[in-house]
């Protein structure tokens, strides 16, 4: 029997292996940055939903070996924390990449470009893990939906400066942003996902100047941060997010041929990292700076 739990800010899911069968149970929000207790009472009470589901005592859970990849977990001590306040012996905690880029890939090499509202850069070779990115919007999350948000509002205004050339994009969002003012208004108080909503304007604005010009910019990002990280031409790559497909056509040559569609999802590759735990691993293989 293991568990395995893949929680993020919108959602959070929780699947139990057991005598070969597989459950699963779904809630809401668990960010373990942004509301701890919030996210600790969403798993506790996965738990008690996924044992009764299954028609077991919660109890009998508490051995299971299990992996929680959840949204928020910033090191090593926020990891403790949640393991400490959850009721199981044998959990382990990490922030959400590891699971994803294991669902995406499976047990093999391989990068992936996980590209939502943030994003991230990963690759993975036999027991090392690597990653890049995810910094947040302030200091990154280059290429994500937000980014992409936030930077055509960024060019517009410039484009209004007379500094860049404005293209029908640009015009359309100042005229019903109310001109500048009201860009700039948006914008004191915009959250990631208020600029990522702007995003899939920008992605499917062909002929566009300006929404091209971001498009180049998130993939050079991309592949920058992707050679950095060690990837080689034929290396798998899987693109993963909701804004991630958004730049198969904007990558090199090289990388593009190299695209792959995913294997699994994030609470798939927590599974996979629990049966690791079950088999005798103590743990995921540390990720490298």
């Known amino acids: 029997m293991i568990l395995a739990a893949d929680a993020g800010g919108s959602t959070c899911r929780l699947a139990l292996e057991h005598e070969g069968r597989s459950v699963e149970v779904r809630l809401g929000a668990a960010n373990v940055t942004t509301?701890?207790?919030?996210?600790?009472?969403?798993?506790?009470?996965?738990?008690?939903?996924?044992?009764?589901?299954?028609?077991?005592?919660?109890?009998?859970?508490?051995?299971?070996?299990?992996?929680?990849?959840?949204?928020?977990?910033?090191?090593?001590?926020?990891?403790?924390?949640?393991?400490?306040?959850?009721?199981?012996?044998?959990?382990?905690?990490?922030?959400?990449?590891?699971?994803?880029?294991?669902?995406?890939?499976?047990?093999?090499?391989?990068?992936?470009?996980?590209?939502?509202?943030?994003?991230?850069?990963?690759?993975?070779?036999?027991?090392?893990?690597?990653?890049l990115g995810g910094h947040g919007l302030v200091l990154g999350d280059e290429a994500s939906a937000a980014w992409l948000g936030r930077e055509i509002l960024v060019y517009a205004l410039r484009a209004h400066d007379g500094l860049e050339p404005a293209s029908p994009l640009t015009r359309d969002l100042l005229a019903e942003m109310g001109g500048p003012a009201g860009v700039v208004a948006f914008a004191s108080s915009a959250t990631p996902e208020d600029f990522g909503r702007i995003a899939p304007r920008v992605t499917a604005a062909q002929g566009d100047a300006a929404?091209?010009?971001?498009?180049?910019?998130?993939?050079?990002?991309?592949?920058?941060?992707?050679?950095?990280?060690?990837?080689?031409?034929?290396?798998?790559?899987?693109?993963?997010?909701?804004?991630?497909?958004?730049?198969?056509?904007?990558?090199?040559?090289?990388?593009?041929?190299?695209?792959?569609?995913?294997?699994?999802?994030?609470?798939?590759?927590?599974?996979?990292?629990?049966?690791?735990?079950?088999?005798?691993?103590e743990e995921a293989a540390p990720a490298a700076p």
Not at 226 to 249: F, H, R, S, V
Request: hydrophobic share 50%; glycine share 14%; proline share 7%.
């Open 35 to 131: 509301d701890f207790d919030g996210a600790v009472a969403t798993l506790v009470a996965g738990l008690a939903q996924i044992a009764r589901k299954e028609g077991l005592p919660p109890a009998a859970l508490r051995p299971c070996p299990a992996y929680f990849a959840l949204a928020g977990v910033t090191g090593p001590e926020l990891a403790a924390r949640v393991a400490a306040a959850l009721p199981l012996d044998r959990v382990v905690v990490e922030e959400d990449r590891r699971a994803a880029v294991v669902g995406a890939l499976g047990p093999g090499r391989g990068c992936v470009a996980g590209i939502g509202t943030g994003s991230f850069l990963a690759r993975q070779e036999d027991a090392r893990f690597t990653t």
């Open 211 to 281: 929404a091209a010009l971001q498009m180049r910019r998130g993939a050079a990002y991309i592949a920058t941060g992707l050679n950095a990280l060690g990837w080689q031409p034929g290396e798998p790559l899987c693109l993963i997010g909701g804004t991630a497909p958004a730049y198969k056509d904007w990558l090199p040559g090289e990388m593009a041929d190299a695209l792959v569609a995913a294997k699994g999802t994030a609470l798939s590759g927590a599974l996979m990292l629990a049966r690791h735990l079950a088999t005798g691993g």
